[in-house]
């Protein structure tokens, strides 16, 4: 299956679901697909998407949060299954497209390329509801039950590799305005405070 | 009231409603503090930059939030304070025991304490440091502030104030 088909398939089950998405292929791919601004989308701090997401997941228990990873920022804070099991969020999931090379900068090779099972090391955290999914048909037909479950889970798609650059272009906004866009975007949704009654 | 309970009681105040850490000897007791109020989410941490995290998605869900830490851990995390603090200007609260000082004797700590404030000052982060318990009624300000700047914000906490005397 293709990066873009899987977040497609996944996209088109969130339902009123918050994306959180990690910098690069995930957020790219999401924009391209969703163009959808109640999602955060991560300019930096590579690996760190997934405590973002947990952090919104637990200050809004009634929001569903789902967290549209990659292999290479999993790789860099797998610790994060660790804290995702202990604080075990009903309305978290975590999706990781796994297509084993950054992608984004050229489709160079992951680190154990095609050796890890990320989903044995999401189980081996505590995350029960763990699995891999290597198909699009596979996962036409999880994504309904995926959807309905409570979290955590953990859902590995396994995509094709890409070869050299995707050039999916990113989301036409950034920083700061991506800040206030997503803010406020929650508060109106939510009926949340974000910012003060300075803007701030 | 010892000191702890003082920086709990200041953190209520200015609103706090969850909080990550990660711990150094200095703050353990203020993170055993915070772990025993059911009224503030508590989340442990495998490395200090999930805290720099999670306390930015909190930023997003309306809760205030605070970060604890020691100095080292401070240290790992300021590319991600960097990229994704400063880069959306998102504020995160810090608290962080301020190692290396001239009365704490640890070699593994003398790096930590010649450099963490030159390097806050070259990424332009706010910080304040509290020494004395009755600069701790300061901390509602200091979280108004990161606030205000939109940027991360570092509470330092002084041996004298945590430790005191003790060896």
């Given at each position: 299956?293709?990066?873009?088909?899987?977040?497609?398939?996944?996209?088109?089950?969130?339902?009123?679901?918050?994306?959180?998405?990690?910098?690069?292929?995930?957020?790219?791919?999401?924009?391209?697909?969703?163009?959808?601004?109640?999602?955060?989308?991560?300019?930096?701090?590579?690996?760190?998407?997934?405590?973002?997401?947990?952090?919104?997941?637990?200050?809004?228990?009634?929001?569903?949060?789902?967290?549209?990873?990659?292999?290479?920022?999993?790789?860099?804070?797998?610790?994060?299954?660790?804290?995702?099991?202990?604080?075990?969020?009903k309305n978290l999931k975590h999706f990781v497209i796994d297509?084993?090379?950054?992608?984004?900068?050229?489709?160079?090779?992951?680190?154990?390329?095609?050796?890890?099972?990320?989903?044995a090391i999401a189980r081996g955290a505590g995350i029960a509801k763990a699995r891999t999914i290597e198909s699009i048909d596979e996962l036409e037909k999880a994504m309904p039950s995926i959807?309905?479950?409570?979290?955590?889970?953990?859902?590995?798609?396994?995509?094709?590799?890409?070869?050299?650059?995707?050039?999916?272009?990113?989301?036409?906004?950034?920083?700061?305005?991506?800040?206030?866009?997503?803010?406020?975007?929650?508060?109106?949704?939510?009926g949340i405070t974000v910012f003060g009654p300075q803007g701030y | 009231m010892d000191v702890n309970e003082k920086i709990h009681e200041q953190l209520k105040k200015a609103g706090v409603a969850l909080a990550a850490s990660l711990p150094d000897d200095w703050v353990a007791p203020l993170i055993n503090r915070i772990a025993a109020?059911?009224?503030?989410?508590?989340?442990?941490?495998?490395?200090?930059?999930?805290?720099?995290?999670?306390?930015?998605?909190?930023f997003f869900g309306g809760v205030r939030s605070v970060a604890l830490m020691g100095a080292t851990g401070l240290l790992t995390c300021t590319g991600e304070l960097a990229t994704l603090n400063l880069r959306h200007q998102i504020p995160v609260f810090l608290i962080v025991s301020q190692r290396g000082s001239i009365?704490?004797?640890?070699?593994?700590?003398?790096?930590?304490?010649?450099?963490?404030?030159?390097?806050l000052q070259s990424y332009d982060f706010p910080y304040h440091i509290v020494n004395e318990?009755?600069?701790?009624?300061?901390?509602?300000?200091?979280?108004?502030?990161c606030r205000l700047q939109k940027r991360p914000f570092v509470l330092f906490l002084t041996r004298n104030l945590v430790k005191g005397n003790a060896v």
């Open positions: 299956m293709k990066a873009r088909e899987a977040t497609a398939a996944v996209a088109k089950h969130r339902g009123d679901a918050v994306a959180v998405c990690a910098l690069g292929m995930a957020a790219n791919e999401w924009w391209a697909v969703t163009e959808s601004e109640d999602a955060f989308y991560m300019h930096g701090a590579m690996g760190f998407a997934a405590s973002f997401a947990l952090g919104l997941a637990l200050s809004l228990p009634k929001a569903p949060v789902w967290l549209i990873n990659a292999d290479g920022s999993l790789c860099m804070n797998l610790g994060c299954l660790l804290t995702e099991a202990s604080q075990a969020p297509n084993q090379v950054y992608q984004t900068v050229g489709a160079l090779p992951m680190v154990n390329q095609g050796r890890t099972d990320y989903a959807a309905a479950e409570d979290g955590p889970s953990f859902t590995l798609l396994r995509v094709e590799a890409e070869t050299g650059f995707l050039r999916t272009p990113p989301m036409t906004y950034e920083g700061p305005e991506m800040k206030y866009r997503f803010g406020r975007a929650l508060e109106k949704r939510f | 109020d059911n009224t503030i989410r508590h989340v442990r941490v495998a490395r200090e930059a999930e805290a720099v995290a999670i306390c930015s998605g909190a009365d704490d004797h640890r070699i593994y700590q003398e790096v930590q304490g010649r450099r963490t404030i030159p390097l318990p009755d600069e701790i009624s300061s901390i509602p300000d200091a979280y108004e502030t």
